[in-house]
């Protein structure tokens, strides 16, 4: 995927694309057509990930009023608050960098999250029923998971991405995080009968590495008693 959208030469910045949330042209248009959907008009508080190509969707969300919660990268700070009222709007592009979102968000412990009403993550592929391949860290999957340990309910999944990151299938497993909305460039999809979503992590498959590189999962762990 990532070899294809540089062939197509429709990759931006940053390179290289391996290994990454890939950025692409049109990723601006994919996050005007996605606030579109009638989820976008009814929610408050959204968490989007922090990769380049949706950069467009936080500063989007911020112009329009909503609070923005944005997972440090690899989650080795746990979560920031990006709220509209004590960032100045010409700062709103700033505040929506993964480099200056740090400086311009709020940190927050588990304890003080908020209700989160709808989820946008970036995606290297996806499919028309909604399987969603990410850079293959689980990290995504990961803050899912945490935000429904947490009490959160289950709630929409958006992605934006380029019209050739959709694929026909790919195999995925249980704690894998199902999007049950698409935009693109040019076309806006609404998975009609979502996949099964994780109802919180799966323990046994955390390392003792994943728990020191990750200190929010211990800090989760602390508050559950587990």
Known sequence: MWRALVEHKVARFPFPLKGRIPNFEGADRAATLLLEHPVFSRAKCIKVNPDSPQRYVRKDLLDRGFTVITPTPRLQGGFYRLDPDRIPKEHYWDAGSMKMGGHWGEALPLDR?????????????VTRDGRRLGKGHGYA?????ILRELGNPSVP?????????????????????????????SELI????PLPAPAG??????????????????????????
Do not use: C, N
Request: aromatic content about 4%.
């Open 157 to 185: 999944v958006a992605t934006t991405v380029h019209a050739l990151q959709i694929l026909e299938e790919f195999p995925t497993e249980t704690h894998d995080v199902p999007v049950s909305i698409i935009a693109t460039p």
């Open 141 to 145: 999957d990961l803050e899912y998971a």
């Open 113 to 125: 999250l908020p209700r989160i009403d709808a989820i946008v993550m970036g995606s290297v592929a």
């Open 201 to 226: 992590i799966d323990w046994d498959r955390l390392t003792a590495e994943a728990l020191v590189d990750m200190p929010v999962l211990a800090e989760l762990k602390s508050l559950l008693g587990v």
């Open 190 to 193: 609404e998975i009609g009968q």
